[in-house]
């Protein structure tokens, strides 16, 4: 029986540990490929695969510097203030991974193929998913305070602080968001919310779902810190933030820790909008569920990437404006457009209603956003540029 | 690995993380040890099936309490120098004798007469009959009054410790002025 | 041996009176508000074990309390954290002991 | 009135053309690759360069003519020491921000080939690990004789020491200076050759006001004649005094303030 509970175990978590840093080393060769790209630079080309001891290699587009890269971190020098506090320095890079990793659970991802096709295994089975996952990366902010306090640095207190401020404010947006879906459907949990979007039916499609998935996705690049939201780490201004009293192996783990944050936060955007692990084919291979599901989640960072590549940072009260004075109230107008938009619908089934309620709501919902914008707006002057055209 | 010794484990880590609360000096130290001690809490609450009140613990108290008392302190104490760790205790010894005088209060009838529960109802019916959905319905239908009541103080507590917070920087200023 | 009611009662006795511990001698306003808080939750354990152990656990009467105890307590760390802050920009401290004005 | 977030869409665009450009057209990617082969020597200290100077600075994709790394100390053709235009007073020094130079001076004037005995410096040290490139120094310099130079190939196998530019590691040629920035050093030495015509041209005119001045005093009996002759004397004056005032950049120089000298000093005579 313990020997079942085992196999279950590590057959539910295992594949979770292989997939997801494979995909964060890949993703950081991808990053800095990509944003060289956009730079009119050629990135990472050197590092390759030895083919022999004494020389000779494949280079596939530098394709190794990951590898390196990781070998480079852990060989290391472990740096430690001196006015550190050394518990807490040790400890809040473990603690920035813990809640990332553990989310990555709540995913609907099982993997058919390995214990059958009947009863696949997943590593928690729970009721409230989707609250969970929320409970749980909002643990990440303590490691970041930690992080920042611990290194007894002004820069990094500033980091670590701003991270607080930061992620605290956008996980409303980011919860009410998600509200929307949990509410349409009725279930937090993630396979019923999957469930609900067999075939085409992505929330994506709707809407409501549109701006719900736009309002998720700006406050899921602000809860993992990306940019242009990457105050807590802005390296014009406080040097590194919150890590900048880090090196090493340390370093390493905080690295890792928010790129699978990322992860978690796209596939749990893919689970709520974008349909899970629908697409075609899914009927008769199962597995493919999982490579869908997948795919989603890279074009989702491929977004990231891009959106890295494009936009300059916001200042810090910009950032606080934007989440309090336009995402707040824009999530709660989209809850009630969608509660109305689903009961009209649900009391008159006709297409022709169907595609009313569709066009009102995308207008209230534009109308809001725009005027939201202005109210935002009034009171900045429009700039004028000296140089620029 | 039973439910006994998971039990005791998460027990451990939950009076560790208060007994350090309490008594650190360090006030950051005793944030996060608290934060220890409501994760804990929420392991058990876990084990005790009720999975609904394990999320929302971690949620409102290591998400959002810890926060705010960490916030707190950073406002209130200076940060870096000696004062974050002078924090000095008062009166230890009566306040440790009257903490085991109601500890003895409370243990005694508990240990006296333990309410010997022949047959507690199987995990299995209240693994059903405990669903979230379950949860939302009763706080929808028996006790709509009570969350509505509870909506009002909530945003009653937001209005004042604004104001609580702000109304002292406005009379600082005004005292500036002058 | 199974996990029976009392493991539980023993427990939040143990935590109410850590505690209780706190708020008695400690002297810094934040280190009594959490101590408060420590109180609560050993409450809201019990609460939840009379639930699991109790008659009708349908009725969901711990969990819910509990939920509600959440939320209060929520609310109170919220309005105590700013009349602490409060308390701090007038007598720039947070010593409990230190704050008597209105003995004199 | 746009749609909202259009310019967000916008910038995306351009980033999208770039990053599938850089592919296919061979002006969105102007990095060159690093030439560095594997067998090449590594630099023992900061100055020993895996390529030849000449090499290097033909590249003229990795480096132009506008780029600039850190200072060097210029002197003109000839002994190194002998025609350095450093004259060791220690501005830079004082000017530097992050206080990355550091210069002893001689203790006696040393005499230069075509110029007056000057101090020299006996040390003079950049730390370019410390330097941020701000130019300030090259600024500050009234002698011209610190500018930048555009070496990038700095990297040594030792964080200590070997980032520290000697006396000799920063004494380059004029003819180097012309090689790696051309317009900027062609327009320094007219700018030199303009102040000392000016300086010369000042000279030759305080003298010639001077003669007139006193011409003019001599002759004052004869009042119409006189009249006329301090204004031919004014004349040809101008003309050689302005335009070396307007080319002038440095504004401790002193052409600037002579034409407003000049009128008085007529005034007075009159």
């Not at chain 3, 009725?59 to 701090?88: D, K, S």
């Not at chain 4, 500018?147 to 700095?154: G, H, T």
């Not at chain 4, 006001?209 to 119409?224: G, T």
């Not at chain 4, 040809?236 to 950049?249: F, H, L, N, Y």
Request: proline content about 5%.
């Amino acid at each position: 029986m313990t020997l079942d509970l085992i196999k279950d175990i590590l057959l539910a978590t295992v594949p979770l540990l292989i997939i997801f840093p494979t995909m964060f080393a890949l993703t950081t060769w991808v990053e800095r490929k990509a944003l060289a790209r956009i730079q009119n630079r050629i990135g990472p080309n050197k590092v390759g695969v030895p083919l022999t001891p004494y020389g000779g290699k494949l280079s596939l587009f530098g394709l190794g510097q990951p590898a390196a890269d990781g070998i480079k971190m852990l060989f290391k020098e472990n740096i430690v203030p001196t006015g550190a506090d050394r518990l807490f320095h040790f400890l809040a890079p473990i603690l920035s991974l813990i809640p990332s990793m553990l989310v990555l659970c709540f995913l609907p991802l099982d993997f058919p193929w390995l214990n059958g096709e009947q009863n696949s295994v997943k590593a928690f089975m729970l009721d409230g998913a989707v609250i969970f996952f929320f409970a749980i990366t909002g643990l990440n902010t303590l490691a970041v305070f930690m992080a920042g306090w611990a290194s007894r640095n002004k820069y990094s207190l500033l980091g670590g602080m701003r991270a607080i401020a930061q992620m605290v404010s956008y996980e409303i947006p980011l919860v009410l968001s998600a509200v929307v879906v949990v509410m349409i459907v009725g279930s937090l949990n993630a396979d019923n919310i999957a469930k609900a979007q067999e075939g085409w039916n992505w929330f994506v499609f709707q809407p409501w779902g549109l701006a719900a998935f736009v309002i998720f996705f700006i406050g899921a690049l602000a809860e993992t810190n990306r940019s242009p939201f990457d105050l807590p780490e802005a390296e014009s201004e406080i040097i590194a933030g919150y890590f900048t009293e880090y090196s090493g192996f340390k370093f390493a783990l905080f690295f890792l820790g928010e790129y699978i944050a990322m992860f978690a936060i796209s596939g749990l955007a893919v689970t709520l909008f974008l349909g899970a692990g629908a697409g075609p084919g899914v009927e008769s291979l199962s597995w493919l569920k999982i490579f869908w599901f997948l795919t989603k989640v890279c074009i989702l960072i491929g977004v990231m990437i891009w959106l890295r590549g494009t936009l300059p940072r916001l200042r810090v009260d910009q950032l606080m404006g934007f989440a309090w004075k336009f995402l707040l109230p824009l999530s709660i107008l989209n809850i009630f457009v969608a509660g109305f938009a689903w009961h009209i619908k649900d009391a008159n089934k006709e297409t022709a209603t169907s595609v009313v309620v569709w066009i009102a709501s995308i207008i209230i919902l534009y109308a809001a956003a725009k005027g939201l914008d202005r109210v935002n707006r009034a009171k900045v002057k429009p700039r004028t540029y000296q140089y620029g055209e | 690995m039973n439910e006994v010794t998971a039990f005791w484990m998460l027990a451990a880590i939950s009076v560790l993380g208060a007994l350090i609360a309490v008594r650190k000096r360090n006030l950051v130290h005793g944030v996060f040890a608290l934060l220890v001690f409501f994760v804990g809490l929420a392991g058990l609450f876990l084990l005790l099936l009720a999975e609904f009140i394990a999320v929302v613990q971690i949620l409102v108290y290591a998400g959002a309490v810890g926060i705010l008392i960490l916030f707190a302190i950073m406002l209130t104490d200076r940060v870096t120098g000696r004062d974050a760790f002078r924090v000095t205790s008062r009166g230890s010894f009566w306040g440790a004798l009257i903490s085991l005088a109601v500890f003895l209060v409370i243990l005694l009838p508990t240990i006296q007469d333990i309410p010997t529960i022949e047959n507690p109802t199987p995990k299995e019916t209240i693994v059903e009959t405990s669903t979230v959905k379950q949860l939302g319905i009763h706080l929808i239908k028996p006790y709509i009054i009570t969350i509505e009541i509870l909506a009002l103080l909530l945003t009653a507590a937001l209005v004042g410790a604004v104001t609580a917070a702000q109304g002292g920087r406005a009379s600082e200023n005004e005292e500036n002025n002058k | 041996m199974t996990l029976a009611l009392h493991h539980c009662l023993i427990l939040a006795a143990v935590l109410f009176c850590i505690g209780l511990l706190g708020a008695f001698s400690r002297r810094n306003a934040i280190v009594v508000l959490f101590s408060v808080e420590i109180m609560l939750n050993a409450a809201n354990l019990n609460f939840i074990a009379f639930w699991r152990y109790g008659t009708n656990p349908e009725l969901l009467h711990g969990p819910l309390f509990t939920l509600f105890t959440i939320a209060v307590a929520a609310a109170e760390v919220a309005v105590g954290l700013a009349l602490v802050i409060a308390v701090y920009r007038h007598f720039r401290s947070v010593d409990l002991e230190s704050l008597d004005t209105l003995k004199e | 009135m746009s749609v909202l977030g259009s310019g967000i869409f916008k910038g995306m665009a351009v980033t999208l053309k770039n990053f599938v450009g850089s592919y296919f057209d061979k002006e969105r990617l102007t990095t060159n690759e690093y030439a560095w082969q594997a067998n090449d020597k590594l630099p023992e200290r900061a100055g020993d360069y895996p390529k030849e100077e000449a090499e290097q600075l033909s590249d003229t994709t990795t480096v132009t003519q506008y780029s600039r790394n850190f200072p060097m100390l210029l002197h003109d053709a000839g002994e190194p020491m002998d025609t350095v235009r450093c004259v060791a007073c220690q501005i830079c020094e004082r000017e530097c921000p992050p206080q990355c130079i550091y210069i002893e001076k001689s203790t006696e004037k040393k005499e230069r080939s075509g110029n007056k005995a000057q101090f020299y410096p006996a040390t003079f040290d950049i730390d370019v690990s410390v330097c941020m490139s701000c130019q300030i120094c090259v600024e500050v310099c009234p002698f011209d004789a610190i500018v930048m130079n555009s070496q990038f190939e700095l990297s040594t196998p030792s964080r200590f020491g070997e980032l520290l530019l000697r006396r000799d590691d920063l004494l380059k040629s004029n003819d180097y200076y012309y090689k790696i920035h051309p317009e900027e050093a062609s327009a320094r030495d007219k700018r030199i050759a303009d102040e000392k015509a000016a300086k010369e041209a000042k000279k030759k005119a305080a003298e010639a006001a001077k003669k007139k001045a006193a011409e003019a005093k001599s002759k004052s009996e004869a009042e119409a004649k006189a009249k006329e002759e301090a204004e031919a004397a004014s004349k040809p004056t101008e003309p050689s005094d302005t335009p070396p005032a307007e080319s002038t950049a440095t504004p401790s120089t002193e052409p600037p303030a002579t034409p407003t000298t000049e009128p008085e000093k007529e005034g007075s005579a009159e």
